[in-house]
């Protein structure tokens, strides 16, 4: 098994830089890439204790392996699967699934990694690699996008190195479990990088605009996989020292809130599912032990969410009200919003049902609301208006026929998934459980139909500017090392 | 004192990537914060003794420890790497917005 982990790290690297020689098997090579980390994921679940590997010597690489990590591999393996076999006949070089295949690799190192330099290598490959995915067009606009996020994560990831310095000074190695000797400090440092770099509560705010204006293949990687590599590390300290589980606790319920609260108000499709995921990382931190099952079940639902933004004819609500959508769309993009909002027969359901039965008293209010505002903000989707267009129409709306293969064969995997992932909790059918999703998506609909649905409150944009969100950084730091003190 | 020091250079560091107007004074300010990061692996390095541990005969004095001066190489070509690709992305900016201003980039490029 530990050769085996070592060949699943190096791989996708390896195989990354192959693909420039070999640039005819450019898709194929990152296919693999994705397949084997699914491969290794299925390995992970039949462990029975988790796996630790420790190179070189206490100050050196530190690997931890388990089934939690388990969940998040093989999200990030499907979800790069999908997007490549979506990408597989449009027009796109080799250096763009070169770096698919990095950034793929980077995801995996970052959540497998157990210390704290590791993980500061793991994720600065991550940026760079996802700062040239987001900027492949060229455009003025997606560089300056993605030059904001990679401004933003390598200023947060400074932060973090002081903070990895102090954990060291205090135990002699980088270990997760060195934070428990260390200083305060060092924690709230420690943790302000990775909140930036997961895009959560108001750390998260360079996060809508940036998986909005990528390309929808890019932001469904981005938002399917790659903001989980910052969210496990958060969950795996979580775990393993309990003092810390309080702290992350309060901003799963924080940030849950927080990112529906946008959701709900907004009126571009993007943006809506961009915030909605700030909300869904929430969800996985407010109950750290079982948060796996919920990030499969969000990665899934969420790239496809943005796979299909993509073909949609419009990005504005208003006007995709007045213009039908594809039938067969439609309901791809129906199944995935009743899945996320917690309807049975989806996985989404069972991963809702497992993340309430885990919360602590004080967090059940919290997120019973956040999960009505789900229910608000994709009633969005579901109550578009849809017919079946003519061919003539159709071919319109999915631009080109060879796109559709692929688009269609990624939903297949995406959606099928959503449908298989059910399977892992089935103990989640009783009465009670299936009641009150139902309940929540029936007041959430009755909400947006009477309320929500008309009204047009536009929220202020200024918190996104460049300047703020670095300033927003020290305020963050604050509010964590005062968290760590009490 | 040393430690202070380091502080101030991260610290001025970041207040400049908040205050400076232009892209590149940002790119600057930001490599000033990291040097006041990679100052503080030496300084932490250095606690002990600053002697460079090869072990060979007796020791002349206390050894510094390697491992955070190991550990912050990575760092420094990893922000060396990343500041060529922010530069080459100003690089480009740069043909339409020749002052570089961030608050002009920022409006013309946000819908």
Request: net charge positive.
């Amino acid at each position: 098994m530990t050769t085996l982990t070592l060949i699943w790290v190096t791989f996708p690297f390896l195989a990354g830089f192959i693909i420039y020689l070999f640039p005819r098997l450019d898709r194929s090579l990152a296919l693999t890439g994705a397949v084997a980390s699914a491969a290794f994921a299925a390995q992970l679940f039949t462990l029975r204790s988790p796996l630790t590997l420790r190179l070189l010597d206490h100050f050196g690489v530190n690997l931890l392996l388990d089934s939690l990590t388990g969940f998040f591999v093989l999200t990030n393996a499907l979800v790069t699967a999908a997007v490549i076999i979506y990408c597989w006949r449009s027009s796109r070089t080799t250096f763009f699934y070169a770096q698919t295949l990095i950034l793929h690799g980077s995801v995996n190192a970052a959540l497998a990694c157990a210390d704290f330099i590791s993980l500061y290598v793991a994720l600065e490959v991550l940026s760079i690699a996802a700062f040239l995915l987001i900027a492949y067009p060229r455009s003025d606009r997606v560089i300056w996008v993605g030059l904001r996020y990679l401004f933003v994560s390598n200023v947060a990831m400074l932060f973090y190195l002081v903070g990895a310095v102090l954990v060291y000074k205090a135990h002699h190695s980088f270990d997760f479990i060195g934070l428990r000797e260390a200083p305060p400090e060092a924690l709230a440092l420690i943790f302000m990088g990775l909140l930036v770099k997961g895009g959560i509560f108001v750390s998260g705010l360079w996060l809508p605009l940036t998986h909005s204006e990528s390309e929808s293949p890019v932001s469904a990687l981005m938002s399917g996989a790659v903001v989980k590599a910052g969210v496990l590390p958060l969950a795996r300290c979580a775990l393993l020292l309990e003092e810390v589980d309080p702290i992350i606790r309060v901003f799963g319920v924080g940030t849950a809130l927080f990112g529906v609260f946008y959701a709900v108000f907004e009126k571009d499709t993007k943006r809506m599912l961009a915030f909605h995921t700030v909300s869904q990382l929430g969800f996985i931190l407010a109950a750290p032990e079982v948060g796996g099952f919920y990030a499969l079940t969000h990665g899934l639902v969420k790239s496809a969410l943005f796979l299909i933004a993509g073909v949609l004819p419009s990005r504005n609500f208003k006007e995709l009200q007045n213009q039908p959508i594809h039938t067969p769309i439609w309901i791809a993009l129906a199944i995935a919003s009743f899945s996320i909002s917690g309807f049975p027969l989806l996985s989404g359901f069972g991963a809702k049902v497992l993340t309430m039965k885990n919360l602590l008293p004080w967090q059940v209010v919290g997120m019973n609301l956040a999960a009505l505002g789900t229910a608000i903000s994709f009633a969005k989707f579901i109550f578009l208006p849809h017919k079946n267009l003519g061919k003539a129409e159709a071919a319109q709306t999915l631009h080109n026929s060879p796109l559709k293969v692929g688009f269609w064969t990624a939903m297949g995997l995406l959606v099928g998934g959503l449908f298989v992932a059910n399977l892992i909790y089935y103990d989640a059918y009783s009465l009670e459980n299936v009641v009150k999703p139902l309940a929540t998506i029936a007041i959430g609909w009755l909400l947006y139909w009477f309320i929500f649905g008309r009204i047009a409150i536009k929220l202020p944009r200024m918190f996104e500017q460049f300047e703020h969100l670095i300033g927003v950084m020290s305020l963050s730091l604050i509010l964590l090392f005062w968290m760590a003190l009490a | 004192m040393l430690e202070a020091f380091v502080f101030l250079t991260i610290l001025l560091g970041f207040f400049g990537i908040i205050f400076k107007k232009n892209l590149i004074m940002k790119i600057i300010s930001m490599d000033v914060m990291s040097t006041g990061v990679i100052a503080y692996y030496v300084v932490v390095a250095a606690r002990e003794g600053v002697f460079t541990p090869i072990l060979a005969g007796d020791p002349k004095g206390a050894y510094a420890d390697p491992v955070p001066q190991a550990v912050i190489l990575t760092a420094i070509v990893i922000g060396f790497s990343i500041q060529a690709l922010m530069l080459v992305g100003v690089m480009k900016l740069a043909q339409d917005n020749p002052t570089l201003e961030t608050n002009e980039i920022e409006r013309s490029n946000t819908p």
